[in-house]
């Protein structure tokens, strides 16, 4: 499982690169689409670390649960 938490954060480190990238591009760009996809990008840069919080609460808590029960 250690292993597998590495590969995630590995991706949500570089898809929260190329966000702030594109977020960046967004914000200079001059096209009506920019304002939009603007808006998208700024929220998934938000909504990307909740969820990579979420993911490594969910795998502390579930490896605790397996460690407490016996095993047989």
């Known amino acids: 499982m250690k292993k597998s938490v590495r590969i995630v954060a590995l991706i ?7 966000l702030y990238i594109c977020t960046l591009i967004f914000a200079l760009i001059d096209t009506p689409a920019a304002s939009d996809l603007l ?9 990307l670390p ?3 919080y979420g993911f490594v609460l969910f795998h502390r808590l579930s490896k605790k649960d397996n460690e ?3 095993e047989e």
């Open 12 to 18: 949500s480190a570089i898809l929260l690169a190329a």
């Open 39 to 47: 808006k998208i990008s700024i929220a998934a840069t938000i909504v």
């Open 50 to 52: 909740v969820l990579l």
């Open 68 to 70: 407490d029960t016996p």
